[in-house]
């Protein structure tokens, strides 16, 4: 992995301690763990983001948008040549919003919004303020839970879910991963259920979509990356990944080369 790059210059920021504004990144390119004192929202207008935190990880392509609130404290990754758009929400505003990290679906409003609070210096007095609202308002949608991949604590899950970041082609079954780390398949099944929310299967799938989508956007084909990231075949990604997703990942590559700022 590259090692981690200082954050370029931005547009001017508007609100203290929270970069606002566009700027291109390339691929692998990190930002440390940190925090702000207001709301952020990033976009990734082209290319891939992941961001990660206490509950875990996201990885939003270019039809998703992450939202951090005040204070926690988050790590960036950026996947292909990114044109990454950051919008600060002042603490005031943050209520409107959930109260936890999370992804959220953009719509064409909400894409040429954002656009526009990263692209334009503001000539009215009061045109961003009422730009951002708009754009507040359209993310009254539920988050989009599909693409949250949740961190265990136990050790011996951590192990197990430590092997799969590793090599998330690995086809070994939880018995085989249990005696592994020492613990039974009976009991590693009841622990991702009850730290992470969703079976071992559910887990693994949404990993291998993480990473799917880093390799479509690298531009691997879809039968390179079904093969990379552990589907016995083509079909079995495609299905797994339009799940997650919400489109296939044809679908997801045309549109990182035809809808571009």
Excluded at 22 to 32: D, E, N, R, T, Y
Excluded at 199 to 218: E, K, Y
Aim: hydrophobic letters at 40%.
């Amino acid at each position: 992995m590259p090692e981690t790059s200082q954050v370029p210059p931005l547009l001017a920021d508007p609100w203290p301690d929270t970069p606002h504004g566009a700027g291109k990144l390339p691929h692998g390119f990190q930002m440390v763990e940190h925090s702000h004192q207001e709301g952020q929202l990033v976009y990734a207008a082209a290319g891939a983001l992941a961001i990660t935190t206490e509950r875990g990880t996201w990885v939003a392509p270019a039809n998703r948008l992450t939202w951090t609130p005040p204070g926690f404290k988050h790590a960036h990754r950026f996947y292909g040549e990114t044109d990454v758009r950051i919008l600060a929400v002042p603490a005031e505003l943050c209520g409107e919003l959930v109260a936890y990290p999370s992804v959220f679906a953009v719509s064409a409003l909400v894409r040429e919004v954002l656009l526009a609070l990263t692209d334009r210096t503001e000539t009215r007095p009061g045109a961003y303020d009422r730009l951002r609202a708009v754009m507040i308002d359209e993310l009254v949608e539920a988050p989009q839970p599909s693409l949250h991949l949740p961190e265990p604590h136990d050790d011996r899950l951590r192990a197990v879910t430590d092997r799969l970041h590793a090599d998330p082609s690995y086809k070994g079954t939880l018995a085989e991963l249990g005696r592994a780390v020492g613990a039974s398949e009976r009991t590693l099944s009841r622990l991702f259920h009850a730290e992470l929310g969703m079976s071992f299967h559910r887990w693994r799938t949404i990993l291998r979509v993480h990473h799917g989508l880093i390799h479509l956007t690298n531009g691997r084909s879809v039968t390179e990356t079904a093969g990379a990231c552990g589907w016995s075949n083509p079909t079995s990604f495609i299905e797994g990944f339009t799940e997650v997703v919400g489109q296939t990942p044809g679908r997801y590559q045309a549109d990182l080369r035809n809808d571009r700022p």
